[in-house]
């Protein structure tokens, strides 16, 4: 009953403002849509900069290239935090072969995964086995394990709709594969990408060794799914073949390297924050566009078009892009720890992380008193087809901040393409539609605006003023 009460009472506070609010949504995706900066920044952020592993040059060309940006928007404050982070070179292109017994030769398309030791420097060369996971690898024993390459080919379910749950099904295995692989004596470990589709793109990834000893580390690459499908055949008619591959990659001591931070400071309530950003970082093989080059200029985008709109917000607005979330999530822990040492109350979070595609919606991981709050929204956004709001996840780099109290929010474009892309050479600004790209920074606007204006369960006792 008190949950009905509240309800009727915010149904109430939405009439009187509904007006108001349908209009505002409807200025900030026509502001997106014809004037929209996301897809310009994207571009130079692409197309001048590449590639932006931390610890690299263009990361750090990125940080400058992003902070002068904000700096033209007016914002009342833009910041950079510092934050240590890895240092992981790739080094030169990897090379992969199976060598059949009847001494037939086929190339692999490989790469690296992020953070994995390097080959010898002549390569390694060694018989494969097979497994579906680490649970199966386990069972077989070091018997059958030791001194052999093992090839993790478990695909990601393609009957599932959500993507990220088939990806969340797969995961392990080039995360910790060749640490456990390597507990049980394997010489190497090749896996298969995290790829819905057949293609010839390897998806690299980042992979730990725990606190396995230097010695017992083992290189680990990704195949590309095509390859994985020929080799696993080819295992089933030529089971004593040999698998080379080559790899220098190097790990570095860490370095400085920096979360880029702009503010626009509330009106009524300047101590409560929201806060709205993406990761600055990405893999190496592509540009990073999809991952996260859409979700840092979207973000930037939702402070530029609440500014441009004349709105006001009645709380600080913060957007972070965030630096190392592919390989340690090191910014995101330094800007949770930093706002609590400094006693910051910080009430909602929004990241896009998932591509520039199109938007469908939103998943909270909130009370359900603010779920009940943010589904009375759902009509507003509903005139432009999107209206999936559900209670789940939210980021990676928002998610240090959770607390008793904080709704966290994750941006959710239709995912059925991202892993086309996801960590590959083909994640490539020409495969960004700048329509899809604005729709989505125009919804995550429109959010922050909504929850700025009414707040959230903890801050319902603040009424409007216009």
Known sequence: MRLQGFACALMITLTTWGQSDSEAVKTLFETSLADGMSYHWLDHLSNQIGGRLSGSENAERAVVYVKNE??????????????????????????????????????????????????????????????????????????AIKGKIVFFNRPMENTLIHTFEAYGGCVDQRHTGAMEAGILGAAGVIVRSMNLRLDDYPHTGSMTYGELPVDQRIPSAAISTNDAEFLSKKLKTDPDLDLFFWQNCQQFEDVESFNVIGEITGTEFPNQYMIVGGHLDSWDLGDGSHDDGAGVVQSMEVLRLIKKSGIRPRRSIRVVLFMNEENGLRGGRKYAEEASSKGEK????????????????????????????????????????????????????????????????????????????????????????????????????????????????????QPIKD
């Not at 072969?97 to 390694?124: F, H, M, Y």
């Not at 896009?352 to 009370?367: A, I, K, L, V, Y």
């Not at 929204?377 to 709001?389: E, G, S």
């Open 70 to 143: 904000l700096e033209k928007l007016g914002l009342d404050e833009v910041r950079l935090q510092s934050v240590m982070v890895p240092k992981w070179v790739r080094g030169s292109s990897e090379k992969g072969e199976i060598r059949g017994t009847d001494g037939t030769k086929r190339l692999l398309n490989i790469c690296a995964l992020g953070g994995s030791v390097a080959t010898p420097d002549a390569g390694l060369s060694a018989r494969v086995v097979e497994v579906q996971g680490i649970d199966q690898m386990k069972e077989m024993g070091p018997e």
């Open 346 to 461: 910080h009430i909602f979070a929004l990241e896009s992380d998932s591509g520039g595609f199109t938007p469908r919606g939103f998943s909270f991981d909130c009370s359900d008193e603010d779920f009940a709050r943010i589904l009375q929204w759902q009509p507003l956004f509903k005139p432009y087809l999107i209206h999936y709001f559900e209670k789940g996840g939210s980021g990676a780099d928002i998610g240090p901040l959770k607390s008793e109290g904080i709704v966290l929010a994750g941006l959710r474009p239709d995912s059925q393409r991202y892993f086309d892309h996801h960590h590959a050479s083909n994640d490539t600004f020409d495969a960004v539609n700048r329509r899809e790209l604005e729709l989505g920074a125009a919804t995550m606007a429109s959010l922050v605006y909504l929850v700025d204006r009414h707040g959230t369960n903890a801050t319902a006792n």
